[in-house]
């Protein structure tokens, strides 16, 4: 009566070989991912998105986009990591249809010191163009806002335009 005992401890210890085993594929995957999402320069021959152009036509037509409701909000992660969430809208006042906004993010320490600039989308193609005399509600996500951050909100200056 002993062989069923030891049938039940192999097969135990299989399933937890198996269950640790799928564990660690699934934090190498997540750590591949994660590390792929951060800033910093490319390496050699891969690419990295392109910006907006920002000639002279784009800076002079930057002046009719409008930024406003500016809210924000932080959260962690299941991995204790905190996200910073800048969360508002945008203004087309001016004659021609937006089919991508790019701008800079500065966060800014208790002296005025810049901590962090990041360079987003506010929205891309794929959302369809913001109509002249339209507005639209955007979402920016920061995973490393340092901790010497005023808590204020950062400045938002348009960098990049895809007119139509």
Same mark, same amino acid.
């Given at each position: 009566?002993?062989?069923?005992?030891?049938?039940?401890?192999?097969?135990?210890?299989?399933?937890?070989?198996? $269950?640790?085993?799928?564990?660690l594929?699934?934090?190498?995957?997540?750590?591949?991912?994660?590390? #792929?999402?951060?800033?910093?320069?490319?390496?050699?021959?891969?690419?990295?998105?392109?910006?907006?152009?920002?000639?002279?036509?784009?800076?002079?037509? %930057?002046?009719?986009?409008?930024?406003?409701?500016?809210?924000?909000?932080?959260? #962690?992660?299941?991995?204790?990591?905190?996200?910073?969430?800048?969360?508002?809208?945008? %203004?087309?006042?001016?004659?021609?249809?937006i089919?991508?906004?790019?701008?800079?993010?500065?966060?800014?320490?208790?002296?005025?010191?810049?901590?962090?600039?990041?360079? %987003?989308?506010?929205?891309s193609? %794929?959302?369809?163009?913001?109509?002249s005399?339209?507005?639209?509600?955007?979402?920016?996500?920061?995973?490393?806002?340092?901790? $010497?951050?005023?808590?204020?909100?950062?400045?938002?200056?348009?960098?990049?335009?895809d007119?139509?």
């Amino acid at each position: 009566m002993t062989l069923p005992a030891a049938e039940d401890t192999s097969s135990s210890r299989f399933y937890i070989g198996l $269950s640790v085993g799928a564990a660690l594929v699934l934090l190498l995957l997540g750590w591949a991912v994660l590390s #792929n999402r951060g800033g910093g320069s490319a390496a050699p021959g891969s690419t990295q998105p392109s910006h907006l152009p920002f000639g002279a036509a784009e800076q002079a037509y %930057a002046a009719q986009i409008r930024i406003s409701n500016l809210q924000l909000s932080q959260a #962690n992660n299941m991995l204790n990591q905190e996200f910073t969430y800048v969360v508002g809208t945008v %203004a087309n006042t001016g004659p021609r249809p937006i089919r991508a906004i790019e701008v800079t993010v500065e966060f800014r320490d208790l002296v005025h010191e810049l901590v962090l600039r990041e360079t %987003a989308p506010l929205f891309s193609p %794929a959302s369809g163009p913001l109509a002249s005399g339209r507005e639209r509600g955007f979402q920016l996500t920061f995973e490393r806002v340092p901790a $010497s951050w005023n808590h204020e909100a950062p400045s938002i200056r348009v960098t990049g335009l895809d007119l139509q």
